[in-house]
Each structure stands twice: as C-alpha cells, then as structure tokens.
C-alpha cells in the first residue's frame, strides 16, 4: 500500500490521477446541486 500511495502523489500521472477523480467528483457535486435547486424552484412556482 505504500507503494501505491508513494506512486499516486509523486509521479505525474498519479498526480493527473488525482486531478481527474477530483473533477469529476467536483462535476457531479455541482451537478447534483444544480438540479436540486432547479427542482425546488419548479415546486415554488407551481
């Protein structure tokens, strides 16, 4: 395991690794918020 950990914060694909699972994690964070809001302001209208 801690090969692993040494490979994903040194080397630079574990870096863009990294980079990437946090985008996409970011992504549908934001997605998620987009839609639950979109969705209680079609309730508030109706």
Do not use: Y
């Amino acid at each position: 395991m801690d090969i692993v950990m040494k490979e994903l914060f040194t080397t630079p694909i574990g870096l863009l690794s990294l980079f990437t699972l946090g985008f996409i994690f970011s992504m549908g964070l934001f997605i998620w918020w987009r839609l639950s809001k979109n969705i209680r302001d079609e309730e508030k209208g109706n």
